[in-house]
């Protein structure tokens, strides 16, 4: 998290009235928004993991050379995840889109924890509204390698030998964390569902995202394009902020807290 960022009243306002007129909203976040929850981003410091890159890690090709090394890594990032909670900011979202009418939640992280912010807040009344389209897929979700086997799965994993790595209780084949790596298309659904609402969006509200990695990164152009319009927030500026009309260059907890409940 960046220290030393500070709020603007009238930016924040300015954000608010933007974000009040407008009939439909579509909201991008990225690891960003997790990182006040202790999860480290993918570009910033404490984004590398034993100096490997999530680029060289995150890809079939990776998994085909050494599976017990990318199991290592996301056994890691599972049991990273799984001591975390959702910050204010994911409460403030979920809490707000349950009420928004018009509100499309698109998030890139696989951490599930805009998912537990939705249950966090819904005491009772779940809105679908407030659980995200995950366009990358969940950490806590596996998929088999050779059939259609596809669970839910929050279970620790143990990378320290082949023979140990979680395998399809289907067909014995290796099972792998079901995520969208580098260089694998996207869920046709899911980027169908968020690029039409990208498109319908009067509003698109990126949050920590670095806006890089596409066909992600291309949904708030697609706002745009439709004549839309783009509010930022992210401690700091990114390929996005000069298209934005207002980027509140602050950490998305507090913010998020302010500009979509005024507290
Ligand atoms: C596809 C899941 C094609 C896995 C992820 C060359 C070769 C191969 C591919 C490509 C290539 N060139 C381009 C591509 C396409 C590639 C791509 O875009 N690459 C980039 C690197 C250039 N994309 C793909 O490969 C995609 N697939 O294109 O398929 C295809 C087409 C047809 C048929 C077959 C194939 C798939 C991309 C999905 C990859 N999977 N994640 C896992 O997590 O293990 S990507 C992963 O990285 C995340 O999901 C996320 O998308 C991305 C990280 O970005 P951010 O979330 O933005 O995080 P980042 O750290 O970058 O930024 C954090 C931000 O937060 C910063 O701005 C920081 O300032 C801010 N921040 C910090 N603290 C706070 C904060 N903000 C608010 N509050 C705070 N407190
Ligand atoms: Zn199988």
Not at 231 to 257: F, H, I, K, M
Request: hydrophobic share 40%.
């Amino acid at each position: 998290m960046r220290h030393g960022v500070t709020l603007d009243p009238q930016e924040i306002a300015r954000a608010r009235i933007l974000l009040e007129d407008a009939r439909s909203i579509l909201v991008l976040t990225g690891a960003g928004i997790s990182a006040e929850s202790g999860i480290p981003t993918f570009r910033g410091k404490g984004g590398l993991w034993r100096n490997h890159k999530p680029e060289d890690l995150a890809t079939s090709e990776a998994f085909r050379r050494d599976p017990r090394l990318v199991w290592e890594w996301y056994a890691w990032r599972r049991e990273l995840i799984a001591r975390c909670r959702p910050n204010p900011g994911h409460r403030a979202l979920a809490g707000w889109a349950m009420v928004s009418a018009g509100v499309t939640l698109v998030t890139q992280n696989v951490d599930g924890l805009h998912e537990a912010a939705a249950l966090d807040v819904a005491d009772g009344h779940e809105s679908e509204r407030a659980f995200p389209i995950e366009l990358h897929g969940s950490l806590f979700r596996v998929r088999c390698t050779r059939c259609t086997y596809r669970a839910p799965d929050r279970k620790m994993v143990d990378a320290s030998g082949h023979a140990a790595l979680p395998h399809c209780p289907q067909c014995s084949a290796l099972l792998r964390p079901d995520v969208v790596w580098f260089g694998e298309s996207l869920d046709t659904v899911l980027l169908d569902r968020a690029f039409r609402a990208a498109e319908a969006a009067e509003i698109c509200l990126g949050v920590g995202t670095s806006a890089l990695v596409h066909p992600a990164a291309s949904l708030p152009l697609a706002t745009l394009r439709a004549g839309g319009k783009l509010v930022e927030v992210n401690p700091d500026p990114t390929v996005l902020t000069t298209l934005a009309t207002v980027s509140l260059r602050a950490n998305s907890g507090e913010t998020l807290q302010r500009l979509l409940l005024g507290s």
